[in-house]
T-cell receptor, first 112, second 114 residues
Framework: SQTIHQWPATLVQPVGSPLSLECTVE??????LYWYRQAAGRGLQLLFY??????ISSEVPQNLSASRPQDRQFILSSKKLLLSDSGFYLC???????????FGSGTRLTVV | EDQVTQSPEALRLQEGESSSLNCSYT??????LFWYRQDPGKGPEFLFT???AGEEKEKERLKATLTKKESFLHITAPKPEDSATYLC???????????????FGQGTILTVHP
């Protein structure tokens, strides 16, 4: 069966520090991968998606970047965090959209 | 641009009090409408996919329906464990191509009191 792992679960980082969030998928190959951000009391906003290794598309201009160094690994990064980067970050994958996305457990990022 | 609006923002029910959540959408070429449940501090959990107007799907106390403009999530005789945020999302054609992007609504926070 397919599983998705996302870590860390919580993170408190100072403004200006770097960020690296990792997401891995098991039990499938060539998945579509997504990074979403959920601000408090709001819906999910798509940040990046990837349809293959090294293929990254950005949905909104921002202080963040994404990379896919391996088929089932998706990384969200920042060189210098801003206060506005705080939020709940969710990684998701899909093979067939008949079942929608499968989400990871999320990372609560607080930038202080 | 695809838009999804959910109402109400929050709903409080007594245990056993049935009700419905609404999801209105404006898209160019609906390919699928999804319902998710999200518990606090966790990732959303998939509930249903609906593809065409008139379609219905059920799971325990939940039933999802779809029209050309909106979807309803009906909750029959809810229990406290049904308390969660319910998210609606659409997958639509984007200029004839699709990379699986889902556009989400803001969610409805459901609280069921015993």
């Amino acid at each position: 069966s397919q599983t998705i792992h996302q870590w860390p679960a919580t993170l408190v980082q100072p403004v200006g520090s770097p960020l690296s969030l990792e997401c891995t998928v098991e039990g499938t190959s060539n998945p579509n991968l997504y990074w979403y951000r959920q601000a408090a009391g709001r819906g999910l906003q798509l940040l990046f998606y990837s349809v293959g290794i090294g293929q990254i598309s950005s949905e909104v201009p921002q202080n963040l970047s994404a990379s896919r160094p391996q088929d089932r690994q998706f990384i969200l990064s920042s060189k210098k965090l801003l206060l506005s980067d705080s939020g709940f970050y969710l990684c998701a994958w899909t093979g067939s959209l008949n079942y929608g996305y499968t989400f990871g457990s999320g990372t609560r990022l607080t930038v202080v | 641009e695809d838009q999804v609006t959910q109402s109400p923002e929050a709903l409080r029910l007594q245990e056993g009090e049935s009700s419905s959540l609404n999801c209105s959408y404006t898209v160019s070429g609906l390919r699928g409408l999804f319902w998710y449940r999200q518990d606090p501090g966790k990732g959303p959990e998939f509930l249903f996919t609906l593809y065409s107007a008139g379609e219905e799907k059920e799971k325990e106390r939940l039933k999802a329906t779809l029209t050309k403009k909106e979807s309803f999530l009906h909750i029959t005789a809810p229990k406290p464990e049904d308390s969660a945020t319910y998210l609606c999302a659409v997958h639509a054609n984007a200029g004839g191509t699709s990379y699986g992007k889902l556009t989400f609504g803001q969610g409805t926070i459901l609280t069921v009191h015993p």
